[in-house]
């Protein structure tokens, strides 16, 4: 062993050696292949309903992360990240929509007035309601988030109430934009958009990634895990619980924005609802607490189960017709998402990214001690 070696700690030893072994190991060539088929996604499938469902799947799956931060590697349970991601969109959608001819300096403005009040917001958030234990700070964040919910309906000189708010992306990002094809594909606005909203998602995975596994990320699950222990070793608890917050709610923010430039349209219900709150609960359920990648699994679980479940009633029409019986049955999809959904818990009790963890740190535990 090298002398500058024998120096390091052990922490700074397992580091170094990941450092090492990085651009070799499975899960890296795993990520790639993954971006590779994100980006070969509408050059394969030329269908608007699969290029909407993998866009909504890439938004979530970071929606979900940065909620992750919070809930998984904190442990702080906020009902309040469905909000800043509403807030997020409102803040694109509003100022394009004001702007009369958005241009994409109005897109960006959007962007970055979204991650100034979140920013604000969870701070002030943070400073009152991390001051209270358990449950009471979720239904403190409960109340601020259906607050938000009211006031996006109130506001209706502002927000246009539950019409909602309609706009046009600028320049060649706009729905009716076209300009020939490239091998064979429509080049237009929607696969513009869907590239620049891939671009966006993997950069902001990527820092999430960076975060959790900086000595802030170590520090936020040692306080998870052992809060008394991380005040014994003299962290600050307070102030690493508020970065968790706003550093999760400023992604949150960010990936409404995205959202609302891929629908062109944001309203009360759908980017401030509560069952939008529950879905990114279920997505980081699924996924796993504590993994941060389970938020790809958890967005496309819950995603192509809404939109294709529903599907069944026609496909039973075509195998069954004139089968009332079996008409009624495929009415009823949300009784077999629920049942999906109770699958999915019964056999990865820690969510299936949590669990296949587990199961990897048992068998590597096993193979060293037959070593």
């Known amino acids: 062993m090298d002398a500058s070696n024998q120096t390091l700690t052990p922490v700074e030893s397992q580091r170094l050696a990941f450092e090492r072994g990085r651009y070799t190991r499975p899960t890296f060539l795993v990520q790639l292949a993954l971006v590779a088929i994100l980006i070969a996604c509408p050059l394969m499938f030329q269908s608007f309903r699969v290029m909407d469902v993998v866009v909504k799947i890439m938004i979530f799956a970071v929606a979900v ?44 403005l959007g962007l970055l007035l ?156 759908t980017v401030l609802g509560i069952p939008l709150m529950l879905n990114i609960l279920l997505m980081v359920i699924v996924g796993g607490l504590g993994t941060i990648y389970g938020g790809i699994v958890g967005a496309a679980f819950i995603n192509i189960a809404e939109t294709w479940l529903p599907d069944l009633q026609k496909v039973a029409s075509k195998l069954f017709p004139g089968n009332e019986v079996m008409q009624r049955l495929t009415e009823r999809w949300v009784l077999y998402f629920g049942i999906l959904y109770v699958l999915v818990v019964l056999f990865f009790p820690k969510g299936v990214m949590g669990s296949l963890r587990d199961m990897a740190t048992r068998r590597k535990a096993q193979a060293m001690r037959r070593d």
């Not at 997020?88 to 929509?97: E, I, R, S």
């Not at 014994?232 to 917050?245: D, N, V």
């Open 65 to 108: 992360a940065s909620y992750d931060i919070i809930i998984g590697y904190t442990g702080i349970i906020s009902f309040a990240h469905g909000m800043f991601f509403g807030l997020g969109a409102y803040a694109v959608g509003l100022v394009a929509y004001y702007s009369g001819s958005p241009h994409y300096y109005h897109i960006l």
């Open 114 to 269: 979204a991650v100034a009040m979140a920013m604000v917001l969870a701070v002030v958030i943070a400073f009152f309601s991390l001051r209270v234990k358990a449950i009471f700070f979720a239904m403190m964040t409960l109340a601020v988030a259906e607050f938000a919910h009211i006031l996006g309906y109130q506001w209706s000189s502002l927000t246009m109430g539950e019409d909602g708010v309609s706009f046009k992306m600028p320049g060649i990002m706009n729905v009716n934009w076209a300009d020939g094809t490239i091998l064979g594909i429509p080049l237009n606005g929607r696969l513009v958009t869907y590239y620049v909203i891939l671009v966006i998602s993997v950069l902001l995975f990527i820092g999430i990634v960076r975060f959790v596994r900086s000595p802030v990320g170590r520090v936020l699950k040692s306080i998870r895990d052992n809060e008394q222990r991380a005040t014994a070793l003299g962290y600050r608890i307070f102030r690493y619980r508020m970065l968790s917050t706003v550093f999760g709610s400023t992604i949150a923010a960010i990936c409404g924005g995205l959202f609302a430039m891929w629908l062109n349209y944001v309203n009360p219900d």
